[in-house]
C-alpha cells in the first residue's frame, strides 16, 4: 500500500467554507477575488486562496506534521454542513448546527495569519528587549550563563561578553516561530473565546434572491461598534456586532445588547452594509460569485468592480 503523502498546503479558511461563495458552490466552483492593498482582480478557487505553507505543521513524536490539520478538518466540514442546513431551512439554527457554527467562526477568529502575526509581533519584541537586558551589563550575563550551565544546558561554543553584546546590539539575528508554538496559544485561546460567542445573541441575516449578495474575504469575522467607538477591540468587547458571511445569501449576527430576531430578511442596504464590514475586515483578499458587489459608502449603496479582464 503506497504510504499517504503529508499535506503542507493548509487552509486557515476551509475550502468547504468558502465554496459557499463560488459559481457552482462547490470547492471546485470560482469566484472573482479582489487585491486589497493593488487592486489586482482575478478569478480562481477556493483551493488557491486562504492558503499557506505548513500553517498546521506540528513536530510531536508518534504523529504527523499534518496531524493538526487532520484533526480540524472533520470539525470543519461539520460546521459547513450546518451552514448548508441552516440556509436549507431558511429558519435558525437547530441547537447542534447553532454550536458547529459558532466553532467555526472562534476557530477562524483564533487561527489566522493576522492574528499569528500580530502576536508574533509581540512576542518577538519581549524576547529582544529580554535579549537587551541580559547583555546590558556583565555580570547579569555571565550570571545566566552559569545558570544555564547548572540547570543542565550545554553551551559548546563559549561566546564572550563583548562579541554577544556587540550580536544582540546589531540585531545580527532573525526569529522564527514554530507553527507548532502558534497553534497552542490559539487552541488555548479558542477554548476561552468560545463560550464568550455563546454569550453573544445570534440572528440569521437572510439576503432577497433579487438584490445585492454577500461576499467573504480572508479575514471574514468582521468585529465592530455599534456606536463611533474607537480603540482596542475584541471578541469580548460590549456594545459590539459581530457578523460572519455563510454563504451568499446568508450571514450570521451577534451582539451582546439590544438583539436582533432570530430571523432577519435583509434589505440590499443592510447586505451593503455587512459587505462594507467584511471587505475593510480583509488582509489581503475579498472573495465574490459576481463580477461587482454592493458596499455602503459615505451614506450609500456603492457598487465595487471586481470582474477579471484578461
Not at 499535506?7 to 471546485?28: I, V, W
Not at 550563563?145 to 562579541?163: H, R
Not at 456594545?239 to 451582539?255: H, Q, S
Not at 459587505?275 to 489581503?284: G, I, L, Q
Request: some cysteine.
Amino acid at each position: 500500500m503506497p504510504k499517504k503523502s503529508t499535506a503542507r498546503r493548509h487552509h486557515y479558511l476551509p475550502q468547504a467554507y468558502l465554496a459557499q461563495f463560488t459559481d457552482l458552490g462547490t470547492k471546485e466552483g470560482r469566484f472573482h477575488v479582489l487585491e486589497i492593498e493593488t487592486g489586482r482582480k482575478f478569478r480562481t478557487s477556493p483551493k488557491n486562496v486562504a492558503v499557506e505553507l505548513d500553517f498546521n505543521r506540528v513536530d510531536v513524536d508518534g504523529h504527523p506534521p499534518d496531524f493538526v490539520e487532520n484533526v480540524l478538518s472533520p470539525m470543519e466540514q461539520a460546521a459547513v454542513e450546518s451552514i448548508t442546513n441552516t440556509v436549507a431551512l431558511g429558519d435558525f439554527p437547530s441547537d447542534e448546527d447553532y454550536s458547529a457554527i459558532l466553532h467555526l467562526i472562534c476557530l477562524i477568529a483564533v487561527r489566522n495569519p493576522l492574528f499569528r502575526k500580530s502576536f508574533n509581533r509581540a512576542r518577538e519584541h519581549s524576547i529582544r528587549v529580554i535579549a537587551d537586558l541580559l547583555t546590558s551589563d556583565e555580570k547579569i550575563w555571565k550570571y545566566h550563563v552559569q545558570k544555564a550551565k547548572e540547570d543542565g544546558m550545554e553551551i559548546p561554543y563559549p561566546v564572550s561578553f563583548e562579541d554577544m553584546k556587540r550580536f544582540i546590539e546589531n540585531r545580527d539575528y532573525e526569529i522564527d516561530f514554530h507553527p507548532q508554538s502558534n497553534l497552542q496559544v490559539e487552541l488555548k485561546i479558542f477554548s476561552k473565546m468560545l463560550p464568550i460567542l455563546h454569550e453573544r445573541t445570534w440572528s440569521l441575516i437572510i439576503a432577497s434572491s433579487d438584490g445585492p449578495e454577500f461576499i467573504c474575504s480572508d479575514h471574514p469575522v468582521a468585529l465592530d461598534f455599534k456606536s463611533k467607538c474607537q480603540g482596542p477591540i475584541g471578541l469580548k468587547s460590549r456594545e459590539t456586532e459581530l457578523f460572519f458571511p455563510l454563504t451568499r445569501r446568508a450571514g450570521f449576527y451577534g451582539t451582546f445588547e439590544d438583539p436582533l430576531k432570530p430571523v432577519i430578511h435583509a434589505k440590499p442596504g443592510n447586505v451593503a452594509n455587512m459587505n462594507r464590514r467584511v471587505a475593510f475586515n480583509a488582509e489581503r483578499h475579498v472573495y465574490s460569485c459576481r463580477d461587482s458587489f454592493a458596499i455602503w459608502l459615505e451614506g450609500e449603496i456603492r457598487i465595487i468592480d471586481c470582474a477579471y479582464n484578461k
